[in-house]
């Protein structure tokens, strides 16, 4: 394997764990088509994650739901709730003057999650946006300023991720769509998707 590229199962498994976690309970038809994977490749992975002891499947009913063994990976983790905390009063700040909901997102791998937002705070909201909630890097506004500001090494190290990750048939075209307007979006300090695809 060369340096640095993510093997495409474990990504994978991640991910539909990711779902299974983050929904609570799914039929093995819903998370393969969540996880935008094949069913036969969906039922390998939910069986290797029930192995593994981080899912289980519910006694009455062909659903699976994650057990508590989930919490184990969160061990060591370093929460960052010191930009949650003193970023709260800045966006809630930012929404009464303008009236828009704004969100605190952080980038995690290929996706930007949400840590805080004030998407409850205003009737201009179309969706609510909870912590935890994930977009796919080029498919945010919040996603495309921080590939704006990347510097080189870490640039290129993400841009190998995402065209591994892409699994669209167009390998690497979102990614230089998004990063076509580097230059415009740095300037600016701000960039904007049409509504259904904004964070």
């Known amino acids: 394997m060369e340096k640095g590229i993510p093997i495409r199962s ?42 593994e002891g981080l899912v289980e499947q519910e006694p009455a009913r062909k659903y699976y739901r994650p057990t508590a063994l989930v919490q184990s ?6 929460s960052d709730s010191m930009v949650v905390e003193h970023g709260r009063e800045h966006i809630r700040d930012l929404t ?4 828009w ?18 998407h409850s705070e205003t ?5 609510v946006y909870y912590p935890g909630f994930r977009l796919p890097l080029v498919d945010s506004a919040a996603g ?13 190290q993400v841009v190998e991720w995402l065209n591994v990750a892409d699994d669209s048939g167009q390998r690497g075209l979102p990614t ?8 415009r979006i740095r300037e600016d300090g701000y960039d904007a998707i049409s509504w259904g695809n904004t964070i």
Do not use: K
């Open 10 to 51: 474990v990504s994978r498994a991640i991910s539909i764990l990711q779902e299974i976690n983050q929904m609570g309970s799914l039929s093995m038809m819903q998370i393969a088509r969540r996880g935008g994977l094949p069913y036969p490749t969906t039922c390998r992975i939910v069986q290797t994650l029930i192995h």
């Open 73 to 78: 990976l969160s061990q060591g983790f370093r």
């Open 96 to 99: 009464q003057r303008i009236g």
């Open 101 to 118: 909901p704004v969100s605190l997102t952080v980038r995690i791998g290929t996706h930007m999650v949400v840590r805080d937002s004030t």
């Open 123 to 127: 009737s201009l909201t179309f969706e």
């Open 144 to 156: 495309r300023v921080c590939l704006a500001n990347m510097d080189a090494m870490e640039l290129e």
């Open 176 to 183: 230089e769509i998004a990063l076509s307007n580097r230059e």
